[in-house]
Each structure stands twice: as C-alpha cells, then as structure tokens.
C-alpha cells in the first residue's frame, strides 16, 4: 500500500525556551506576557511554532530575538565570548497540551551572564526576568506585587525540568561558568552556585575544590577589585567539560 499523509492526523511543533540567568544574585528565568489567545495576559516561556524551513536551534533562537530581543549563541556557528550555552531540555507531547491543535514542543534551555532587560515583540505583550521560585509558585504574589498564577500551557512543568536540569548538570560538568562573564574571580563563580542551588557555601572550601579540579578554571594573570575589598584573582573556563571529582549539591 502507498504511504497515505492525509490517513494521519496533522500536528504542529514549537520550541519553548527556559532562559536562565543570574541577576541580584537570584537564579532568574526569562518569561513573556501573552499578548494572544490562548491563555492571552499569562506568563509563559518564550517561544513559538517551528516554520518549515528551519532545523530547531534555528526555531529557538529566532523565537527568543523575536520575543525579547534577546539573541543567543547558535551552536552550529563558532562560540562567541557574549553567546549563550544553548541545549536541548526535553520533548513535550500531551495531547491536551494545546487547546487549539495537537502540538509537540522541544523545549531548550539557554544558559547566560547576567542578561539585559529584555523587551517584548512579536505575540508577547510584556517580557521581564523574575526569580524562578516565584514563577514557579501556583498562587499569591511575587517579588515586585505582581500576581502569582499557573504559567501558561505546561511552562510550568518545563520551567521546573529545566531549572532541575541547571542544578544537577552544574555538579559534574563546567556549565556554570556559562552564568559567568569571560573572565571572573572564585567568589562570582561561587554566588553563581549559590543561587542556583539556592544555598551557601563555604568560601574557603569552595576555592580549594574548584582550583583543584583539573581543567576547570584557568588563572588569567589579572586581578580585579569589582566586588570590593583586596584584589581578587581572576579566571577563565578551562578545557574540561566533567568534573572529577564533582561539585556535589549540598544537602538542605
């Protein structure tokens, strides 16, 4: 028998992006307004359908500069000191997902140093950075008296698979310094695993287990006095991409 499209139902995909970063040393996540039905005036994670002539790192960046003007390091092209680490999250196909068509949407999350403000565009009517245990929060109100609700769709649920997937990758792999600047000294490097796992460290046994990690961070030669106090010794990522022995999240 000939293969038969119309004999499947059709469907769409998107691509929904957890954008993270760090901002008055919370972990944050990028979310937009929507400016359309469904769900029209909810917080959601950017994002949109995948046009027919892109791949889906394409789909992801596009959505992300269209939205918030935000742009985000390709990884098909040459890193660039300013682009973000961007990666797969999960896939997410419920059928009831969607209310206007069955659609399956590849979720990414996009890791960077202390983005700007963003601002909102296409069918987003609003875009801001907020803590990611507010908008995680199922009701009350947030940080800045803004009112706290389910996001839309099950942004919800993909916002929590992705900050998950931030705090346990940070233990063995070198993606935090993805949160830092090109350059950075033991202390910002620490306040960035802090606020992802959302608790303290101890300053001295965290110089010494990230210092001696082959590969992790290399000394630049420079110093810089940026968080006050005495000169403070400044770094680079390294080579490595695991690290051995890791950096084990703390218990609370």
């Not at 992006?17 to 994670?45: K, N, Y």
């Not at 419920?94 to 069955?102: F, N």
């Amino acid at each position: 028998m000939p293969y038969d499209p119309s004999a499947f139902p059709p469907f769409a995909v998107t691509v929904d992006l957890v954008v993270l970063t760090v901002r008055r040393h919370s972990l944050c996540a990028l979310a937009v307004r929507r400016g359309e039905p469904p769900f029209q005036g909810r917080w959601a994670l950017p994002g949109g359908f995948v046009r027919a002539d892109e791949n889906l790192a394409q789909a992801a960046a596009r959505e992300l500069a269209e939205e918030t003007g935000l742009c985000v390091h390709d990884p098909a092209e040459p890193t660039q000191d300013n682009g973000a680490h961007l990666e797969q999250l999960a896939t997410y196909g419920d059928p009831e997902r969607d209310p206007r068509m069955r659609v399956v949407s590849v979720a990414h999350l996009a890791l960077a140093p202390d983005l700007p403000a963003p601002r909102a565009g296409g069918d987003a009517s609003n875009a801001r950075w907020a803590p990611v245990e507010e908008l995680l929060e199922q009701a009350g109100y947030g940080r800045d008296d803004e009112p706290v609700a389910p996001l839309a769709f099950d942004h919800t649920q993909i916002l929590a698979d992705g900050v998950e997937r931030a705090r346990s990758k940070i233990e063995y792999s070198s993606l935090a310094t993805a949160f830092c600047p090109p350059e950075f000294t033991v202390g910002e490097l620490r306040r960035v695993y802090e606020a992802v796992w959302g608790v303290a460290l101890d300053p001295r046994n965290f110089h010494r287990k990230v210092t001696g990690t082959p590969g992790f961070l290399v000394p630049t030669g420079g110093t810089t006095t940026r968080q006050g106090g005495r000169p403070a010794q400044l770094f680079r990522a390294g080579g490595a991409t695991l690290l051995n022995p890791p950096m084990l999240r703390p218990e609370v």
